[in-house]
């Protein structure tokens, strides 16, 4: 394709110039060339009440003695232990006020006289001048000698120490009131793009929600630095200049988020080619290829891609150990695990690859689950249980492999986790939410891959849950038949959900006026479908076949989605005239809908699984009335059903 005028492509304006350095080779190098000219970052002096979080630039030792004088430790009266001497309960000893006893509250110092404190509860108030005494006071009795808790000049916290609150309270206590910490690295952020915008209502169509910058600050504020975002910068490379001018003059670190890549109006590398130093343009990584490590005036410049993954992947294994680098500190290290790989993963050699996954723990054994991998799906990131590294030399790996998952989730997170792999509906995002308010450590984790998927999913016990909708041709019946054909020697049970109406999910006043599954023969229209293996797609291909209409004359036929509401925002959007899908997903897009069939969705599960206090709970949430009343409010159900248990 020509374009017209400025935006004609040559190589130049492409950055085909992108190379492919290995991730670990290129931090390496360009940690070792900043060292070189970044001046470091020196500690600051702040008041103890604030420094809760920060890290201590030198060890700090006690000024006074804690107690810095001998103290009462209880309530009552002080004395010297040795009048006290032969006191018992058949020779009580009377000690008069001043002249023996001292009355002393907790805390309260002691003369040089007094060496021990017999409580209230051991004395026996005869007058206002006199009380009794039952037994002798051993010599520093129910005393705080001085120091008992630290003694001036004793080491508080050593250097490198993240302050907590109990910290800054033995600091006060040890006369502390300033203390020298590590200042926090600034790193001004930078959101480039003229598609972008904040957060506004309407969004106008071409615009896109900055969000980037918003998840970096919050990683920032997890590496212990301190993130300044910038407002968003237009695709001018005079105004990035600008701004990235005034960012490194402002902070320790600077990152340019988009731009980074190899479209027309992606100046970032360009920019700073002008005003610094660029030492890599590509690295060897999937998502996040196009990234940039530059220097301007002797300070670090990271260029990011823009999707939301790409940028995440990124900013963790790029920008997260230069902000350790600048601060002098080690990162945390990540939790691990070895799992199970539920799926092969095919890769390329060209790059180090970093797959989403989800992690459940199934009969004892670890399961990990891949993820939609683009680079732009969000939600990927919000789901995933871990990462999934494919190193650079490796073409992937096999269903049924060993592999280690970097967890973004504890262990006894995941190990509290119901894992459920099979159809989607919207009722199993509700059933997630409300399992997790009724049970706090009790959560549902979701992977859809349709109901076919979710069978195989159970046979091959990778799943506590399989949601499936399938639909038998011969008996007309859902579900049990294929649960008999596949678990033949095996005692499973069916949890009854819901019935839900299937239909064709049509734009809003149904401007091609569909009225039927043959109107899919039309040549003016296009539909959408749901993958092989997804119950949705067995009811159409086998209403397609009563109907002896040829799928492969459809236009649309082999465009496929993975969720209902993913079919209803294609059509929502006017990439398709229909689809077939549930009434509740073309209630929630606000699209028209027109029924065709009830079918049954359930949750299939091994016997044994209705005795754990798992599933019981689950079922608890089930059968709840608050539950059902969301799913009615929904449109499209039949409850009448729900929380039956099957036994097959």
Not at 51 to 69: E, M, N
Not at 153 to 175: C, F, K, V, W
Not at 371 to 381: E, K, W, Y
Request: a negative charge; proline letters at 4%.
């Amino acid at each position: 394709m020509i374009l017209k005028g400025e935006e004609k492509l040559t190589k130049k304006d492409r950055n085909l110039y992108l190379t492919n350095t290995p991730l670990q080779q290129a931090m390496e190098e360009y940690l070792h060339l900043i060292s070189q000219s970044f001046v470091g970052v020196s500690d600051e002096t702040i008041m103890v009440q604030e420094a809760l979080g920060r890290k201590t630039a030198s060890p700090v030792f006690a000024k006074v003695s804690a107690p810095h004088y001998n103290a009462a430790a209880m309530d009552g009266i002080a004395v010297d232990a040795s009048i006290t001497n032969g006191a018992s309960e058949t020779n009580p000893i009377q000690l008069k006020i001043d002249r023996d006893y001292t009355v002393v509250n907790t805390g309260a110092p002691l003369t040089m006289e007094r060496n021990a404190v017999i409580m209230v509860e051991d004395i026996v108030e005869l007058d206002h001048e006199t009380v009794e005494i039952r037994g002798a006071a051993s010599p520093w009795q129910h005393v705080r000698p001085v120091g008992e808790d630290m003694v001036k000049g004793e080491l508080i916290l050593s250097e490198n120490h993240m302050i907590r609150p109990q910290d800054i309270a033995a600091l006060l206590t040890g006369g502390i009131g300033w203390v020298k910490v590590k200042r926090k690295i600034a790193v001004g952020v930078i959101p480039t793009g003229s598609e972008i915008t904040e957060l506004i209502d309407p969004l106008p169509e071409g615009k896109i929600i900055e969000s980037n910058s918003k998840m970096f600050q919050a990683l920032l504020s997890s590496y212990e630095a301190m993130g300044i975002t910038y407002p968003i910068v237009k695709d001018e490379p005079e105004k990035i200049r600008l701004a990235i001018e005034k960012a490194v003059d402002e902070n320790d670190l600077v990152v340019v988020n988009a731009g980074s890549s190899a479209g027309t109006k992606d100046y970032t590398v360009d920019v700073l080619r002008e005003i610094g130093n660029v030492f890599t343009h590509g690295v060897a990584i999937k998502p996040g290829k196009p990234a940039i490590l530059a220097e301007v005036k002797g300070k670090p410049v990271v260029g990011i891609p823009g999707y939301p993954v790409s940028a995440y992947v990124v900013f963790e294994q790029m920008v997260k150990p230069l902000v350790y680098e600048l601060q002098n500190q080690k990162p945390i290290q990540v939790e691990k695990l070895k799992a199970t790989l539920a799926r092969r993963i095919i890769s390329s050699l060209k790059h180090e690859e970093f797959v989403r996954v989800k992690v459940g723990k199934v009969d004892e054994r670890w399961i990990a689950t891949p993820l939609n991998r683009g680079a732009g799906v969000t939600m990927s990131l919000v789901r995933a249980d871990g990462i999934l590294r494919i190193p650079q030399s490796t073409e992937g790996y096999d269903k049924g492999d060993n592999v280690e998952i970097e967890l973004s989730r504890s262990k006894e997170d995941l190990s509290n986790t119901i894992v459920s792999v099979g159809s989607h509906d919207l009722v199993m995002d509700l059933l997630a939410n409300e399992l997790q308010k009724k049970n706090d450590n009790l959560a549902l984790s979701s992977a859809h891959v349709g109901s076919m998927g979710g069978i195989i999913a159970m046979k091959q016990k990778e799943c506590h849950l399989a949601p499936i909708h399938l639909l038998d041709e011969i008996s007309g019946e859902y579900n049990i038949d294929y649960v008999r054909k596949y678990f033949a020697n095996e005692q499973m049970s069916m949890i009854k959900l819901v019935k839900r109406s299937q239909g064709l999910m049509v734009q809003k006043g149904n401007p091609k006026e569909i009225t039927s599954l043959e109107d899919l023969n039309r040549k003016d229209i296009s539909m959408i479908n749901r993958q092989k293996g997804a119950g949705t797609r067995i009811l159409l291909d086998y209403m397609l076949k009563t109907k002896k209409m040829d799928p492969n004359l459809l236009q649309g036929y082999q465009r496929e989605m993975t969720t209902h509401m993913a079919v209803a925002v294609a059509i929502k959007n006017n990439t398709a005239d229909c689809g077939l899908g549930v009434e509740s997903a073309a209630k929630a897009m606000e699209l028209d809908f027109i029924p065709i069939a009830w079918e049954e969705y359930d949750l299939l599960t091994p016997k044994y699984m209705l005795e754990t206090k798992e599933v019981k709970k689950l079922l608890e949430v089930v059968r709840s009335d608050s539950f059902v009343k969301q799913i009615m409010s929904l449109g499209g159900y039949d409850c009448s059903q729900i929380g039956k248990t099957i036994l097959i």
